[in-house]
């Protein structure tokens, strides 16, 4: 291989490739116990169970998409932990396993009911990345897009931040100018706006009436996408219910530990109309060639698929093992063990939102889920962070 390449040794070969700036010059050695050897397994196992255990192990209560979950235990032997599951990169040959496709039929199932929309999609990469998909979604079914100067994809100031980020990101790419603001201050009227996007409850944890929002914004001839926590919707309004067209959201709160910020799954469902323009995969009920009942991929729009510019989606379309197991979730604990879950979250949230208040701090009148905004009666909210920090939180 050298001598086809026209390098006499490796070393030439990496001088020419890695730039010498990015190298480290000393050898690699895994002697970190000092041995003067390398390490057993089961010493280097030790050594890192030790350094481990100088961890701090702090409950967070960041938020933001993200949220402390335990996994059922049969859930995690039997799926996560079975390579059966976990195997698979992607279902090429999907209808091989029918198994996987009845699981990833239940999370759109899930999803369908949750959200109040008729097709879920059998999930995408992460939250963020999904509200950049239905920006998409709502400039390819727009009718009058390319009459637009410069459309607008309008972003409610109180979603994610990071959904915010991907969101401008992608936009900038296609030209799509993105303002963030109050959605129910703003004015549509002047056919800019092809699609809003709001989150159900807000990062800030306030829950709205978007029903008069879903009037104003169709009346702009615009899409309503709403992001929303799955967990806060066993409780709330669905929003198909309310007018939205697309909702979204991730399930990473349905058993899928944080893992330092991911893998999680994502959802995406919309209207019957708009099947044909949604991301992803979509799994279908069928028949056999004996006519018996089968599962398919009825619709896969991805560039590997199809001709990439007929794709809906060129980015990451399935998060399959974590879709599963929030699936599965949802299964083991069923309606009313969900039902429970929610109501206990919102009990223990409504607990203490009365003891802030009897505190003197203050909190929105708007109603809320899990998540408060507090405006502190005395000191500052780094105070509050340090003596935080020092009970582990």
């Not at 961890?55 to 998409?65: D, E």
């Not at 109040?116 to 390819?140: F, R």
């Not at 409504?350 to 003891?355: D, F, I, V, W």
């Amino acid at each position: 291989m050298l001598a086809r390449i026209g390098c006499a040794s490796m070393q030439e070969l990496v001088d020419s490739t890695v730039p010498a700036a990015i190298r480290r010059e000393r050898p690699l050695s895994i002697d970190a116990l000092g041995l003067g050897r390398e390490p057993g397994e089961h010493e280097l196992t030790e050594r890192l169970r030790a350094a481990a255990g100088r961890n701090r192990r702090l409950r967070s209560y960041l938020g933001m998409g993200y949220h402390g979950t335990r996994m059922p235990g049969v859930v995690q032997r039997n799926i996560l932990e079975n390579p059966g599951w976990y195997t698979q990169y992607t279902p090429y040959q999907a209808e091989i396993s029918q198994g996987r496709l009845e699981a990833l039929l239940a999370f759109q199932t899930m999803v369908s009911e949750l959200t109040g929309l008729p097709i879920a999609n059998a999930s995408l990469l992460d939250e963020a990345t999904a509200a950049a998909e239905a920006m998409h979604l709502a400039a390819a079914v727009h009718p009058k897009l390319e009459a637009i100067e410069r459309p607008v994809f309008f972003v409610a100031g109180d979603c994610h931040p990071q959904t915010i980020g991907v969101v401008r990101t992608r936009a900038e790419a296609v030209g799509i100018e993105v303002e963030v603001g109050d959605p129910f201050a703003a004015d549509f009227a002047g056919g800019r706006v092809f699609g809003v996007l709001v989150q159900y409850p807000g990062t800030d944890g306030r829950v709205h009436d978007f029903a008069p929002l879903a009037e104003k914004v169709h009346a702009a001839r615009a899409l309503l996408v709403v992001a929303c926590d799955p967990l806060a919707l066993v409780l709330l309004r669905p929003p198909g219910d309310f007018g939205a067209d697309v909702a979204l959201g991730s399930t990473q709160r349905f058993g899928v530990p944080m893992g330092w910020g991911g893998p999680h799954a994502a959802f995406f469902a919309t209207r019957d109309e708009y099947k044909r323009q949604m991301p992803g995969r979509l799994i279908g009920v069928s028949r056999d060639a004996d006519g018996g009942s089968a599962l398919r991929m009825a619709l896969q729009t991805r560039e590997q698929h199809i001709r990439r510019e007929k794709a809906t989606s060129n980015i990451c379309t399935a998060q399959v093992l974590p879709a599963i197991l929030s699936a599965m979730y949802a299964v083991y604990h069923g309606p009313d063990g969900l039902a429970a879950i929610a109501g206990r979250v919102h009990a223990l949230t409504a607990t203490l939102a009365e003891g802030a208040r009897r505190l003197g701090h203050r909190l929105p009148a708007e109603p809320f889920f899990d998540t408060l905004a507090v405006g502190l009666a005395r000191g500052g909210a780094n105070e509050v962070l340090a003596r935080a920090l020092g009970r582990g939180i």
